[in-house]
């Protein structure tokens, strides 16, 4: 099976741009989770989809919104880019059950100028 | 506020000996616990988990131990080995929520040959 899949893999983008980025979850996989990832502060919970719904929510201001597609692809979009946004957004997928791991895709390591 | 804690930013330990990574944790809401790895440029991948009804959970070299009247899990890793290098976060999930799993913000192990 392959696994899960984010594009882009690096991202360079100026203040107040917006970006999108891409997540494919393992094939069979309903649920989508984004996380941040910051030094010193670990993985930060975003949102989480599972069937086309947003079903939990993180901490993060409405610049960061999501969506899932009927084929569980998930995208997430950060609106008016600040330099603090500037970390490695991690995707992962599982069934979608209480306490299933979750399988993690590489990355996109974002860059705000 | 951060609800699952790692005290350590980091370790150090030598070959062979036993590796001891802590993490505490505030709500007593949460009921599954798990233990992430994550080397440089790679996604976290799921390393071991135990459910609240438990105290223990062992899988091979990796043993967790959770005290829930202290709030406070351990992984203990025996022996260490120079490939278990990397950066090991702790992770919790909530009753009421499915996906939504908090991590805490890493330790970084290194072992040393």
């Known amino acids: 099976k392959a696994g899960v899949t984010q594009t882009p893999r690096y991202l360079i983008k100026t203040r107040g741009q917006q970006v999108t980025l891409s997540c494919s979850p393992i094939?069979?996989?309903?649920?989508v989770s984004w996380y941040q990832q910051t030094p010193g502060q670990g993985l930060q919970f975003l949102f989480e989809?599972?069937?086309?719904?947003?079903?939990n929510k993180g901490n993060f201001p409405g610049r960061f919104s999501g969506r899932q597609f009927s084929n569980s692809r998930s995208e997430m979009n950060v609106s008016t880019l600040e330099l603090g946004d500037s970390a490695l957004y991690l995707c992962?997928?599982?069934?979608?059950?209480?306490?299933?791991?979750?399988?993690f895709g590489s990355g996109t390591q974002l860059s705000v100028l | 506020d951060q609800q699952v804690k790692q005290n350590s930013p980091s370790l150090s330990v030598q070959e062979g000996r036993i590796s001891i990574l802590n993490c505490d944790y505030t709500?007593?809401?949460?009921?599954?616990f798990l233990w992430y790895k994550k080397y440089p440029a790679e996604g976290p991948t799921f390393l071991i988990s135990?459910?609240?009804?438990?105290d223990k959970n062992e899988d091979g070299r990796f043993t967790v131990f959770l005290n829930k009247s202290a709030k406070h899990l351990s992984l203990h890793i025996v022996p260490s080995q120079p490939g278990d290098s990397a950066v090991y976060f702790c992770?919790?999930?909530?009753?009421?929520?499915?996906?939504?799993?908090?991590f805490g913000p890493g330790t970084s192990l290194s072992v040393i040959p």
């Open positions: 992962a997928s599982s069934q979608g059950g209480q306490g299933e791991k979750l399988f």
């Open positions: 094939s069979g996989h309903r649920s």
């Open positions: 989809y599972f069937s086309e719904t947003q079903r």
């Open positions: 709500n007593s809401m949460f009921d599954y």
């Open positions: 135990i459910s609240s009804i438990k």
């Open positions: 992770a919790a999930s909530l009753k009421t929520s499915y996906d939504k799993v908090i």
